[in-house]
């Protein structure tokens, strides 16, 4: 089966795109739900350079692998293509994500105007609720308008510096 390095191209963004959406509906119904277990490293203050959290990372990464091997032995380029999407978003998660917003590594960067500023904002906000529930944003990529996740917050009472505690630094 051959399909064009064109189509393969757009084949891999398309999933890109839609792997916000999975890992909107992940965050939301599974590691706010049933695998809060893992995901509440993520949600509180850590020491170290790895959270229990990260082994979703993990989970996605074997998933990628698997859709590679797939594509590769048994000659499905669409595949391979669609493991490329899994992958590049990955990529962004670890830079946008790690990097940027919780500032996991070593390149140090506060945003203060934009797109990245708003994602920082979003997710802060995120975090800004003790425990699973009562959560805004649950994207990783795209971030709602802040001004509409405050109003959100706020109407749902749970906020943590209401309740005088401190937001973890992660």
């Known amino acids: ?22 890992a909107w509906a992940a965050h939301k119904y599974i590691m706010h739900g049933w695998g809060w277990g893992w995901h ?4 509180e203050p850590h020491e170290g350079l790895f959270e229990k959290n990260d082994l979703y990372a993990v989970v996605f990464a074997i998933f990628a692998i698997g859709l590679f091997a797939l594509g590769t032995f048994a000659a499905l380029p669409i595949v391979t293509a669609i493991a490329s999407g899994i992958t590049l978003y990955g990529l962004f998660y670890f ?7 919780h500032q996991r590594w070593p390149f140090r960067h506060i945003p203060h ?46 906020v943590r510096e209401e309740q005088g505690e401190r937001r973890p630094t992660n």
């Not at 997710?123 to 990783?140: D, I, N, P, Q, Y």
């Open 1 to 22: 089966m051959t399909t064009s390095w064109l189509a393969l191209t757009l084949i891999a963004i398309g999933v890109f795109l839609v792997m916000e959406i999975v």
């Open 40 to 43: 509440e490293s993520h949600h």
């Open 95 to 101: 830079i946008v994500h790690d990097g940027l917003v």
């Open 113 to 158: 105007k934009g797109y990245a500023k708003r994602l920082v904002q979003a997710h802060r906000l995120h975090h800004a609720v003790k425990g699973r529930e009562g959560c805004v944003s649950f994207g990783f990529l795209y971030a709602p308008p802040v001004e509409k996740l405050s109003a959100e917050l706020k109407s749902s009472g749970r």
